[in-house]
């Protein structure tokens, strides 16, 4: 079955400490993105890429970084610079251009210790 | 201009009932409006979306409604059922681009 897996489903970041969330397709989509859920808001955008080696930063890209080396995969970095991490971490895809994301992993949940 | 509001925060509907819920948005070069499906835990699913040329598009037992002049468009849930218990979002942006603003979100609850 196609679709996206993130990992791990639950995340401890320790002060000062970056964490990669991993977020693994097999949709052969083109484009993936990266969101943070926050209780009673919408999804926000922090990264995108159209394709390998091409990413652009969405409307909370701070403290955060992306690596786009594979198709299939895109990993999100929060860094120590994030100084608000806690969040529900949501992965997706689309094979349209310039469209919505279609296809979402079933996130990653991150807190700090 | 790019936020999307979203009501009601929370909705309760008897099962069989009618589940309503609606988004405003403010940018006129927005033109496609997708809807997302969320169960707790889980990462949202496409749902329905629709653009400004027509006014309503149906899908089973969910249509969206659209008022290009109003700048509003709503889902309706028709003979809701407990397993449509989940939180909806709305979004909206512009095609080609791949920056979505989404609502903020309505949790549903439709009763047995």
């Known amino acids: 079955d196609g679709g996206i897996t993130q990992s791990p489903k639950y995340l401890f970041r320790k002060e000062g400490q970056n964490v990669t969330l991993s977020c693994e397709q097999n949709l052969n989509h083109d484009a993936m993105y990266w969101y943070r859920q926050d209780p009673g808001q919408g999804l926000r955008l922090i990264y995108y890429s159209q394709i390998v080696n091409d990413f652009q930063k969405g409307d909370i890209a701070e403290g955060y970084s992306v690596s786009r080396e594979k198709k299939e995969s895109f990993p999100l970095t929060v860094t120590s610079a994030q100084k608000n991490p806690t969040a529900f971490y949501l992965c997706?895809?689309?094979?349209?251009?310039?469209?919505?994301?279609?296809?979402f992993g079933d996130g990653t949940r991150l807190s700090i210790l | 201009q790019q936020q999307v509001k979203q009501s009601p925060q929370s909705l309760i509907v008897q099962k069989g009932g009618i589940s309503i819920i609606n988004c405003a948005y403010e940018?006129?070069?927005?033109?496609?409006f997708p809807w997302y499906q969320q169960f707790p835990g889980k990462g949202p699913a496409l749902l329905i979306a629709?653009?400004?040329?027509?006014s309503e598009k149906k899908e089973g037992r969910f249509t969206i409604s659209f008022n290009k002049s109003a700048k509003q468009f709503s889902l309706h849930i028709m003979d809701s059922q407990p397993g449509d218990s989940a939180t909806y979002f709305c979004?909206?942006?512009?095609?080609?681009?791949?920056?979505?603003?989404f609502g903020t979100g309505t949790r549903l609850k439709v009763l047995a």
């Open positions: 997706a895809s689309s094979s349209t251009y310039g469209g919505q994301p279609q296809h």
């Open positions: 979004a909206a942006g512009s095609s080609g681009t791949y920056k979505y603003i």
């Open positions: 629709i653009r400004p040329d027509v």
């Open positions: 940018n006129t070069a927005f033109d496609y």
